[in-house]
């Protein structure tokens, strides 16, 4: 079993930044692909920013120049620094990774999701 747990969210001033972080524990053997979405109230599920496991990241437009990933290997963990905030980067925002763990019977590979942190942008 795999858990993702996410820190870093609260409330923050327009303009304000925030670093939001999420560390992956388990019978962990290989991290693909690590990501953050957000969800806003209303709205569907969305990507934020991804990174891969050898460093390359995608960002959404929404977030370009304001956003960046960054991982850790060694310690399971992806970190999202953002600045500049808006009022519309309010929403819960989730951890998401591609991981390959261990099995009696072989590797399992499957998706898993972190429990969400809110992130509310208001003076």
């Known amino acids: 079993q795999v858990q993702l747990v996410e820190s870093g969210g609260g409330l923050v001033q327009p303009g304000g930044s925030l670093r939001l972080s999420c560390a992956a524990s388990?019978?962990?053997?290989?991290?693909?692909?690590m990501d953050w979405y957000r969800e806003a109230p209303g709205k569907q599920r969305e990507l934020v920013a991804s990174?891969?496991?050898?460093?390359?990241?995608n960002y959404a437009d929404s977030v370009k120049g304001r956003g960046t990933i960054s991982r850790d290997n060694a310690k399971n963990a992806v970190h999202l620094q953002m600045n500049s905030l808006k009022p519309e980067d309010t929403a819960v925002y989730y951890c998401?990774?591609?991981?390959?763990?261990?099995?009696?019977?072989?590797?399992?590979?499957?998706?898993?999701w972190g429990q969400g942190t809110q992130v509310t942008v208001s003076s």
């Open positions: 990174i891969t496991n050898g460093g390359n990241t």
């Open positions: 388990g019978s962990i053997f290989s991290i693909n692909a």
């Open positions: 998401h990774a591609t991981v390959t763990t261990e099995q009696d019977w072989g590797r399992l590979t499957r998706e898993y």
